[in-house]
C-alpha cells in the first residue's frame, strides 16, 4: 500500500515533492473515478487543505487563479467579461458536485484532450505557475501540456497557479460545446474565443482554440492571423483553418464528425464575438 499525506502548509508540500514523487490530489474527481476496481497502491499527496492556495487575486496586468480554486469559486466571483467563457466552461464540468470539488488546476494537469477548461484557458493566453523547493517558473499553457495525460511539470513540482494576463480593452469572450447530451458527457468538440475590438468595428486580437480534436487543444492561429485587423462582418472560418486539428475515431464521434463539427461551432463563436456586448 501507498503512503498518505496531506499537509496543511505549502512549504511541507514542497518538501514531500522533494524527497520523491507522489501523485497529487485536489478534489480528486478525475483522479479517484479513473481508480474504481482497482487497489491504490501509490503514494499520494493530497493539497485540499493548502488554504493559501485558494482564491482569484486581481492584480493590475494579470488574474491569478489559485491551484485550489473550484469550477464554482470561478462561476460566483465578480469577472469581467473576457472570462465569461470560461464560466461556461466550468458550469459544464460534470454536475454541481464535481464542480464544487474539482478544481481549474487538477483539470489542467490531468491533461485530457477532452478537458472543459483547457480551450478557454488557451484563448486567454494562460501560463502555468510551477512551484519547488528551490524554484517557481512558469510555462504557457500551451507548453505546459504535451499530450494525453502528458505535462511538463517536474516530479518535485506542484502547480501552485494559473495567470491570465489581461487582454485589451472592451475584451469579450465566448465558448461552446457539442456533446451526446447537455450535462456531465465527455465533449465531442469544444471551441473558445477572445475578441478584442478595435477601432471602425476591426479586430485589434481574436484568439479560437478547440479542444476534443486533437491529442492536445489547439489554438488556430492561421484564423486568428487572417481576421486581425479585418471588419467584424468579415469575420468568417474556412476548412483550411482547422489544418491543425487531428481528430479520432471514437465511440463519441467520427473524425470526419469532429472536423465538420469544429468548423461549424467555429462559426458560431465568431458570430457571438461579433456581437457587441
Known sequence: MGSYLRPTALGQALEALGEGPRTIVAGGTDHYPARVGRQIDEDVLDISALRELRGIADTRK??????????????????????????????????????????????????????????????????????????VRELPLSEFITGNRRTQRGHDEL??????????????????????????VISIVMVAGVLVPGRGGKIADLRIAVGACSEVAQRLSALEADLTGRPMTAALAKPEHLAPLGPIDDIRGT?????????????RALARLMIAP
Request: proline share 5%; with cysteine; glycine share 8%.
Open 159 to 184: 502547480v501552485t497557479a494559473l495567470i491570465v494576463p489581461k487582454p485589451g480593452k472592451g475584451a469579450r469572450s465566448t465558448f461552446l460545446k457539442l456533446g451526446a447530451r447537455k450535462y456531465m
Open 62 to 135: 494579470q488574474v491569478r487563479i489559485g491551484a485550489l480554486t473550484t469550477w464554482s469559486d470561478l462561476v460566483r466571483a465578480p469577472l469581467p467579461a473576457w472570462f465569461d467563457g470560461l464560466k461556461q466552461a466550468a458550469r459544464e464540468v460534470g454536475g454541481l458536485q464535481v464542480q464544487n470539488a474539482g478544481t481549474l488546476c487538477g483539470n489542467v494537469c490531468n491533461a485530457s484532450p477532452a478537458a472543459d477548461g483547457v480551450p478557454s484557458l488557451l484563448a486567454l493566453d494562460a501560463r502555468v505557475e510551477l512551484s519547488a523547493r528551490d524554484r
Open 255 to 267: 473524425a470526419a464528425y469532429r472536423r465538420d463539427a469544429a468548423l461549424t461551432l467555429v462559426r
